[in-house]
């Protein structure tokens, strides 16, 4: 089980490879939102200390670091996080030194990150072996994995419940795949699936995630059926949305509801595979043959006590948070974020907006003949004949991001209004989180603004699926008025942002 458990944590390469691409232009010096300027709130807020609370508000090692070259630090702790994935992923070996390193390094990016701490613990201290036969995974720290993938869906379960009521009239899936995210080509389809199997769909998920959770506390046999039922079901999710690696991520702990007697028929049964020492060493115990345990051993059997006492503590306000009527979702109640509340759509927006950045270069944006041209994004709707796109488990921060901002409003997004500003000045790294830049080649903008829109799925078969068009749009109002960097100057000095220098 170890083994496959080390191949599922590639997908942290993908997490640090999205951090590599994209954090200069989101969080770099000249980022939308600099983790400079935060930091530096942050630790004037906590009296220009470093102290423990500043830690506890912000845990990142970059407190530690020289922040003169704030880029270069962003791509020297994605980089080194993609090499020692990488390692993990090519040699199928990690001990808890590498999966450590490795969640500190997220953790110094992101937060909320269980399932990384949970991994430490499940690797020997310092061998590297992708079988090592001194050290199995505890039982503790399966259990703590099981003990994640419970609370993940009845958590995910609970906050459905308790929130929109669609759920429980059994419609939310009626506007699910239209107003997701990021959708893709065939959420395109699903969203003409008849009523009854979209209420069909809405009894599924409630099954799933209200009822199967409690099949791990029942015995082997349900334990094995509670893993099967939730891998199938973040497949389907995976197959009907682009929401990043994070389905990818809920079938690590879930791989937890298996042993090894279940799992054997996913290797080789070649001489000095991973199936046949997994047999010597099964033939070795049934024979009553101990093995010697080293000294590291020892080291790892205190340590996952007293993992197992930690979690149990750390397990108490989750517990309580679940069974409150007002439940809070996606949030920790300690400051390393290592035992964590979750939950998905608790409310279902019924109709899809959008925002849709446009620029002109006419010298008057309020003149009737401005022709405004149109940004694009790497894959959420904007063109209307584009087809959806296919990226999990890639995941596109800022394309996300604009999905929020549609149902809030740009003061709520001051970030939205930073990135109008590095379009008019033509900023290159700014640029490269967009598909398409109207203006490439010719002087920049002289005006950006931003129109607020109504998407829809077209009808497959129909006259506008019929001229190409994947979406159909009204036009509800301006988001933003229309921009310019002068205008903007004021703005980015209140915000101590640089003002972007046109190319």
């Not at 608790?346 to 446009?358: F, P, Y």
């Not at 620029?359 to 944006?365: E, L």
């Not at 401005?370 to 209307?384: I, M, N, Q, S, T």
């Amino acid at each position: 089980m170890g083994h496959l458990f080390i191949y599922l944590f590639s997908w942290v390469f993908v997490a640090f490879l999205v951090a590599y691409h994209q954090n200069k232009q989101l969080i770099g010096e000249k980022g939308l939102l600099p983790c400079k300027l935060y930091l530096q709130n942050v630790k004037r807020y906590f009296k220009g200390k470093i102290s423990l609370d500043a830690l506890s508000y912000a845990p990142t090692i970059i407190w530690f670091l020289d922040w003169s070259d704030m880029d270069s630090i962003l791509d020297y702790l994605s980089g080194f996080g993609l090499a020692t994935s990488a390692f993990v992923l090519v040699t199928g070996c990690a001990n808890m030194i590498l999966m450590a390193v490795l969640w500190i390094l997220y953790l110094s990016l992101v937060n909320l990150l269980e399932t990384g701490f949970l991994g430490i613990f499940l690797c020997p201290l310092w061998t590297l072996s992708r079988l090592p036969s001194h050290t199995p995974p505890s039982t503790i720290v399966i259990w703590g994995f099981r003990w994640l993938i419970f609370r993940i869906m009845l958590g995910a379960g609970l906050i459905k419940i308790r929130g929109d009521r669609c759920w429980r009239e059994l419609t939310c899936m009626d506007y699910h795949y239209e107003t997701q995210p990021v959708p893709n080509p065939i959420a395109y389809f699903m969203h003409r699936s008849p009523w009854w199997f979209h209420q069909f769909e809405t009894l599924f998920n409630h099954f799933i995630e209200l009822v199967v959770p409690f099949f791990i506390f029942l015995g082997r046999r349900m334990c094995i059926v509670h893993g099967v039922l939730q891998i199938l079901f973040q497949v389907l999710l995976i197959v009907s949305g682009n929401l990043s690696f994070l389905n990818w991520l809920t079938i690590v702990p879930s791989i937890a509801c298996f042993d090894d007697t279940s799992l054997a028929f996913l290797f080789s049964s070649r001489q000095g595979g991973v199936k046949d020492q997994l047999a010597q060493v099964q033939v070795k115990r049934a024979a009553g043959e101990q093995l010697p345990l080293r000294y590291g051993c020892y080291v790892r059997k205190v340590v996952n006590i007293s993992f197992g006492l930690l979690i149990a503590y750390l397990s108490v306000p989750v517990i309580l948070n679940l069974l409150n009527s007002r439940q809070v979702m996606n949030t920790s109640f300690n400051p390393l974020r290592i035992v964590n509340t979750y939950g998905a759509f608790g409310s279902i927006t019924k109709e899809r907006t959008e925002v849709i950045i446009q620029g002109t270069s006419s010298m008057d944006p309020n003149d009737p003949a401005a022709v405004w041209e149109e940004y694009d994004f790497k894959c959420k709707p904007g063109d209307l004949k584009r087809r959806p796109c296919f990226i999990s488990p890639y995941h596109y921060r800022l394309d996300w991001l604009m999905w929020f901002a549609a149902f809030q409003t740009y003061e709520q997004n001051e970030w939205i209004i930073h990135l109008a500003g590095k379009l008019l000045a033509q900023d290159e790294v700014a640029l490269s989180l967009m598909a398409t830049n109207p203006f490439a080649g010719r002087a920049p903008p002289r005006w950006i603004r931003a129109e607020h829109f109504k998407y829809k799925f077209s009808r497959p078969g129909g006259k506008h699926a019929g001229d190409g068009k994947w979406w159909i749009r009204k036009r509800i109002g301006p988001y933003f008025p229309p921009v310019n960097l002068q205008g903007l100057q004021k703005f980015y000095e209140d915000r101590s942002w640089p003002h972007p220098a046109q190319a």
